[in-house]
């Protein structure tokens, strides 16, 4: 170990080496390396985390540079993972990083977790975080909570037990996931650069004081801090009693298999040329489902607006069209309607999505 670039740490009274050394023998998985991950990899780097794991399957894009401080205007379109992986070890060369540029999922998850201490989940999607938090609760896996939306952010740890055993998880506070659609993410309710480097700033933190065994990690307490007024408040967490957790690694492939089986059949993904001769050929019936006042504003001869938050009366109504083409700002309130035109009519009708949404093929629907 080299004291010199660790002497801030080792000088702080009830740190010293033997903290250190705590840290130095550990190791943490990061789920995700956006806006959260960033700051939350940088920070572990530099405090000495023995090993660090990253997890995303994502590539670099120019809306990530405000809050994704890892990466420049020369890393577009490479890894995430490979990026960020190349500038801790710069940090920081004494300590090993872990590159996963894969995507959690059934088949992968345990054997991926099981190898760490500590998992930091930095996604920004409920299907996300409701499969980390199960596969962790399963192993009694310590799980860092990071979350952040518009100008505020929230932070927990989970199955961690306090000084009465009592550990809780992400279920505690949200037992039952939002319906699709329901609650948008960064992509769709937008960001300010800074928050998540606060809030993953404090998670990088909560990890340190946790693995060093110093002052109060949030165990059993959820923090929220709002930016516009610099405010915070915490929570106390207790065990809920509506939700079930998979007992057992079979019982939990079962319960996302079938579900991510239903998702798969719900709708298919297509691209600007598909989606124009899908109107073309079967005279589709093309949703926009963003908000009235979003931009830009689409030819209403052409397109249906039905924003999301009057999509379910919407429902009501039969759709006489045997294909429907829906569409949004980044692709992702789209697939959350087309689960629900699924749900009402299975196969009798053809449901696409418009990938990667307006954003993505800006440039065709600005010349309109």
């Given at each position: 170990m080299d004291h010199e670039r660790y002497s801030r740490q080792l000088v702080l009274k009830g740190f010293g080496t033997i903290a250190q050394n705590k840290l130095i023998n550990s190791s943490i998985l990061v789920v995700g390396a956006g806006g959260l991950?960033?700051?939350?990899?940088q920070y572990l780097t530099a405090a000495g985390i023995g090993t660090i794991g990253i997890v995303d399957d994502d590539t670099i894009s120019l809306s990530n540079l405000h809050r994704q401080i890892l990466f420049t205007t020369e890393d577009l379109d490479q890894p995430k993972v490979k990026v960020a992986a190349e500038r801790l070890r710069l940090m920081n060369p004494e300590i090993s990083i872990a590159e996963h540029p894969l995507r959690l999922d059934t088949n992968n998850i345990f054997s991926i977790i099981e190898h760490y201490d500590i998992v930091i989940d930095g996604t920004d999607n409920f299907d996300s975080r409701y499969l980390i938090n199960d596969a962790c609760a399963l192993l009694q896996k310590p799980l860092i909570f990071a979350a952040v939306s518009g100008f505020e952010g929230q932070l927990a740890i989970f199955n961690v037990k306090d000084k009465q055993g009592i550990a809780t998880n992400y279920r505690?506070?949200?037992?039952?996931?939002p319906a699709p659609g329901e609650i948008q993410n960064c992509a769709e309710n937008g960001i300010l650069g800074v928050l998540p480097g606060i809030i993953g700033t404090m998670a990088a933190a909560e990890a340190i004081k946790l693995i060093?065994?110093?002052?109060?990690?949030l165990i059993n307490t959820l923090l929220h801090y709002n930016l516009l007024n610099q405010t915070q408040y915490t929570l106390n967490i207790s065990v809920g009693n509506d939700y079930v957790l998979p007992k057992s690694k079979a019982d939990f492939i079962l319960m996302e298999d079938n579900q991510s089986h239903f998702i798969a059949l719900a709708y298919e993904e297509i691209d600007l040329t598909q989606m124009l001769l899908l109107r073309e050929q079967d005279l589709a019936l093309l949703i926009d489902v963003r908000e009235k006042h979003e931009f830009p504003i689409l030819d209403q001869d052409v397109f249906l607006q039905v924003p999301m938050t009057e999509f379910n009366a919407f429902m009501q109504n039969n759709i006489e069209a045997e294909s429907i083409i829906l569409l949004c700002q980044h692709g992702i309130r789209s697939v959350?309607?087309?689960?629900?035109l699924q749900e009402k009519y299975g196969d009798k009708k053809k449901i696409y999505s418009l990938k990667g949404g307006i954003a993505k093929w800006r440039n065709h629907f600005l010349k309109r």
């Open positions: 991950g960033c700051p939350i990899l505690d506070i949200f037992p039952i996931p060093a065994g110093v002052g109060q990690p959350a309607a087309a689960e629900l």
